[in-house]
């Protein structure tokens, strides 16, 4: 807990100062203003979202697929499965590959160079890139090498290019966290510097890697618009099954439902989007979890 | 210390990457199940106004033939074309005829097609049921209305007809990447895309449809089954095109007497794979000797007797 405590920013304590002129109190009701505001916006898109679609929260939106027969019982069965594939799928290619990429340019790289300059300043620009761009870069590629572009692998590496900046600058970060102490105790043990990143380096910033890793993840789990322009399914009646298969996510299912004109789709488009909050509630916690019990204060 | 923290990572990410992949391997045995004649993958995109209709004809299809596995994208019409030409897909579901560009990228892309014409559907003028004064409208007010040169001249009700209210027009009507805006303007405006466009787009008729009930003034247009469902709140407007004001309805869009508003659905299915994939034939068979009965389930607009024998006539060709 006391790590806890450590972490939270020092309130400006306002009163005990004696700051108790009208400008202040009214500078501290503003921002108890903006911050109500924000809350009771949210509050009420949930609650709305939640009495809209709390009649189909039940099994039918986990085990059936979608049904323009009977909108009634439409599921997300293959909306479920094809996100768990394709966000699986993301994490495998991602997640090597920015951590690889991070230790490279934090330990290995010399900044001093020009084109590791210029990676430095493209790594920053990329991870601000709308998330759109990626489709189409990826649509380009497949189209070029004669890939279907509706399939799970197309999506996943859409979905990793996306996020592929952002784990490699986390990386960083968490690598840069790592106090030079430890490198040197390790390297005048007569460890090499790969034994160094491998051994010392590396396990002290998974904490952060994965709290950084997670988070990308989870933007890109309720990603619909690159997977859009790659042609997204809204109708698919059967489970995905492997890199070559159709899939469709959840955020496509969800934009998908809540376009049709009958009032059950819209209902399940809402169950599903409280589904969708649940997961991302769950992922940022595992990441809030992951950062407070095991990041270490050196 | 160090060594602990990545094996207590290894064993967390070992147990989120199990339960993945026991929710993946447990799907298997229930999709797998069935010992139909025909398996394989059935492709489908293009318009979404015809997507539902397709959908359908897959989830029918499914219950049947459940080795077939069908799938539905809602790419636009153009955007289905742009990927059948390719021969991505094995049908391109249009809310309008295929366009001469897109020929000459099918005919490059060496794909060809036989265009069948499932359904009808009526592009529907709307009023706000609290609208007491528009019962029917010619296609000359309509056009009036609608017309680039009516952007920011035709503002108030009494410019279209002298026996309307002095009031503000408001406008509701799909943004111009809709193929249902491409239909309207060109049947309407007389040129496919022209049209003021000082009114509230938006690609979601849902949007509209609450629009355009908010206020006793708007009127907005947009597919049949829009109104269908929200007809408590919405009135239809009867067209005048010259013989009449007829309402639109599956009946009258059916026997073609809704004009010039009702418009024809169509699926274009490659040639190539219905000859070599089974299950395509099978799925557009299905689809052509069922239409009738999927044209209902989906709320769309059946063909008539006429349109029938036609589509029967067309799927000939593929064989």
């Not at chain 1, 599903?272 to 990441?287: R, W």
């Not at chain 2, 708007?218 to 007809?231: D, I, K, P, R």
């Not at chain 2, 013989?243 to 010039?260: H, R």
């Amino acid at each position: 807990m006391a790590s806890l405590g450590s972490l939270a920013t020092v309130p400006l304590k306002a009163k005990r100062e004696g700051d108790k002129n009208a400008k202040s109190i009214v500078f501290v009701g503003l921002l108890w203003f903006a911050v109500l505001f924000a809350v009771l916006c949210l509050a009420v898109l949930l609650i709305d979202t939640f009495l809209d679609g709390r009649t189909r929260l039940d099994g039918n939106l986990f085990t059936r697929y979608t049904s323009e027969v009977i909108p009634e019982t439409a599921g997300a069965r293959a909306a479920i499965l094809g996100s768990a594939l394709v966000i699986v799928l993301t994490a495998a290619m991602a997640i090597p590959l920015g951590v690889a990429a991070g230790i490279y340019l934090e330990e290995f790289a010399d900044s001093r160079r020009w084109y590791n300059r210029i990676i430095e300043v493209n790594l920053t620009n990329l991870a601000a890139v709308p998330a759109i761009v990626y489709g189409m870069l990826t649509a380009g590629v497949a189209l070029s090498i004669g890939l279907p572009r509706r399939i799970v692998l197309c999506g996943a590496i859409a979905l990793a290019l996306l996020i592929l900046p952002v784990i490699i600058l986390t990386t960083r970060e968490a690598i840069r966290a790592v106090p030079q102490e430890i490198r040197q105790g390790s390297l005048a043990l007569g460890a090499t510097p790969l034994q160094t990143v491998w051994r010392q380096t590396l396990p002290s910033a998974v904490p952060g890697i994965a709290t950084g890793s997670i988070l990308a993840l989870s933007r890109a789990l309720g990603e619909a618009a690159p997977l859009l322009l790659l042609g997204g399914l809204v109708f698919v009646n059967y489970d995905p099954n492997g890199l070559f298969s159709g899939y469709t996510v959840l955020p496509i299912q969800i934009f998908n439902w809540a376009q049709q004109s009958q009032l059950a789709f819209q209902q399940v488009a809402s169950a599903a989007i409280m589904l969708m909050l649940v997961l991302l509630l769950i992922m940022n916690t595992l990441a809030i979890i992951i950062r407070n019990r095991y990041q270490k204060r050196w | 210390m160090n060594a602990r923290i990545p094996n207590r990572f290894a064993a967390l990410g070992a147990a989120v990457l199990l339960v993945v992949l026991a929710a993946c391997g447990g799907q298997d045995n229930s999709s797998s199940g069935g010992g139909d004649s025909v398996s394989g993958e059935v492709v489908v995109d293009g318009s979404s106004t015809v997507g539902p209709l397709t959908s359908a004809a897959g989830e029918l299809f499914g219950e049947e033939q459940s080795g077939v596995k069908v799938s539905v994208g809602t790419s636009g019409t153009g955007g289905g074309f742009e990927k059948f030409c390719v021969g991505e897909t094995d049908v391109s579901d249009a809310s309008r005829p295929i366009e001469d560009e897109e020929i000459a990228a099918c005919k490059k892309g060496g794909v060809e097609y036989v265009e069948l014409q499932v359904a009808t559907d009526a592009l529907t003028v709307v009023v706000s049921s609290d609208n007491d004064f528009i019962e029917c409208l010619t296609t000359d007010e309509l056009k009036t209305l609608w017309e680039p040169g009516a952007e920011g001249t035709i503002t108030k009700w009494s410019q279209v007809n002298p026996d309307f209210p002095d009031e503000t027009i408001e406008l509701f009507g799909p943004g111009t990447d809709s193929g249902t805006f491409d239909y309207f303007t060109d049947v309407i405006n007389g040129e496919e895309g022209a049209s003021r466009s000082d009114y509230n787009a938006s690609e979601d008729d849902n949007v509209l449809v609450q629009g355009v009930e908010g206020s006793a003034n708007a009127l907005g247009y947009f597919g049949y089954t829009y109104f269908e469902e929200n007809s408590d709140a919405l009135k239809a407007v009867q067209i005048d095109s010259g013989k009449g004001c007829v309402e639109p309805s599956p009946e009258t869009a059916a026997d073609g007497t809704y004009t010039p508003l009702s418009r024809p659905l169509f699926i274009y299915v490659s040639k190539k794979s219905y000859a070599d994939k089974p299950q395509v034939a099978a799925f557009v068979d299905y689809y052509v000797e069922q239409d009738q009965n999927i044209a209902e389930v989906a709320k769309f607009i059946a063909l008539n007797d006429e349109q029938r024998s036609a589509l029967e006539g067309a799927t000939a060709e593929l064989k």
